[in-house]
């Protein structure tokens, strides 16, 4: 039984669509949406459209931005020698609240799948073994641990060591505060394959 009118049922089931919104929280949002002030929402509404007029892909490391070049590729303040491969865009934003990567990215914007159907030619691979004909000293992949990811790094690897360039893979292992006993056996030997000299 529909409670509320065409308009607010509308409402909850687009907001239910989106990705972790569930049919209670895309209520609660709905509701909250009708008690801001009309201009407020026309901000929202306007930054959505915006958004998703003007975001691109950077024209050399594939990440999304609203300009030609990414202010991270556009910056002489970065190692261009050193590329650290990742899978979204959230990834990198995630490395660069670390602040402590110097070198630039490249985003693949997902990780080889057969399973899903997803092969090397629907990521953005051809991209990145473009950029390795400039002067390029390492590959660093820090595609995410998970079957796929680790597919699309054993690829990379194969593709770029021949190249004559330096390709490393992120260490993953324990995190902090975590107890062994709780730890999967693939963290675990990620842990310790990973590990360095203290």
Do not use: W
């Not at 660093?140 to 360039?165: F, W």
């Not at 490393?168 to 310790?192: K, M």
């Amino acid at each position: 039984m529909d409670y509320y009118s065409g308009y607010i049922s509308k409402l909850i089931e687009e907001l239910s669509g989106l990705p972790g919104i569930g049919a209670k929280t895309a209520g609660r949002l709905a509701f909250h949406i009708l008690d801001m002030p009309s201009e407020q929402v026309q901000d929202l509404a306007n930054a959505m459209v915006n958004a998703k007029n003007n975001v691109k892909y950077c024209n050399v490391c594939c990440t999304l931005t609203d300009q030609e070049t990414c202010p991270i590729c556009s910056s002489s303040q970065r190692d261009h020698k050193t590329i650290m491969v990742v899978e979204t865009t959230k990834d990198m934003a995630a490395y660069e609240k670390v602040g402590e990567y110097k070198g630039v990215y490249h985003v693949l914007h997902g990780a080889i799948n057969p399973m899903a159907g997803i092969g090397q030619n629907d990521i953005k691979l051809k991209e990145l073994f473009s950029r390795l004909k400039e002067d390029v000293d390492e590959v660093i992949i820090a595609t995410n641990s998970s079957v796929e990811g680790e597919a699309t790094a054993m690829y990379i690897s194969k593709v770029v060591k021949p190249l004559g360039i330096k390709v490393t893979r992120i260490a993953s292992g324990v995190p902090v505060g975590g107890d062994l006993e709780c730890i999967d056996n693939v963290t675990l030997l990620r842990a310790l394959e990973g590990r360095v000299t203290v």
